[in-house]
């Protein structure tokens, strides 16, 4: 009986802790790899929404540019509609553009403002080259988020790269088409867009391990509705 019972000895503190011990540094090994795992996921998710973000935002700006010119109200069967001293560009600055034509190729041409307030690229759409309002980034549809450069670059037909106030026009004033000498020499219109992802720590005081999500696009549109001025 004395002997039976020496076999029913149980685990020793030491190793209960060695044993815990062993459980604990794989289980920090198994939480070290999902959150790697975890962390890389999200970047590449935030890296797809902000190039997703950015190609969107340019095909929408660059779909309107190429449209720039063209007014329809010139090509129908109504004479008594046909516009005169239209303008391809209103406006065109370095983080601005307002141009005239129809966007959608509907039957009414239209302004198409862009344009960059804060951090947000901005989008609006107008009729009325009377208004002043038209010309303003107020009230308008938000176009992408996140922005952290926009920038236009004319180009003349040589080549040769234009001011980027053109003819001295900004936002915020009623449409002048006195001078538009500029404005009707450009050719090619440079956009490029940027937008930043930042990352937020999970805890205060905390870097992220991950850097800010960057995402640079560059287009290049050529004017091709020249013959209406």
Known sequence: ???????????????????????????????????????????????????????????????????????????????????????????????AIAAFGSLEGGAQSTVFLFCQSGTTLLKKVSTNTADAATYTCNNADVLADNVS?????????NGAQLAANLDGKALGAVLDLAPRTARDGVRTIAVTLQITEQVVPHAVGVTPRQPDQVYTLTSTVRLRNLNNT
């Open 1 to 95: 009986m004395t002997h039976l019972r020496s076999f029913r000895k149980g685990l020793t503190m030491i190793e209960v802790l060695v044993t815990l011990t062993i459980f604990l540094v794989v289980l920090l090994a198994i939480y070290q790899l999902f959150d790697t795992s975890h962390a890389t996921y999200q970047a590449g998710t935030r890296k797809q929404d902000v190039q997703q973000q950015a190609r969107l935002a340019m095909d929408e700006m660059v779909r309107a540019l190429r449209m720039a010119g063209y007014v329809p109200e010139n090509y129908d069967a109504d004479l008594t509609n046909d516009l005169s001293a239209t303008a391809r560009l209103h406006v065109g600055t370095a983080d």
């Open 149 to 157: 450069l926009l920038r236009f670059t004319y180009f003349d037909a």
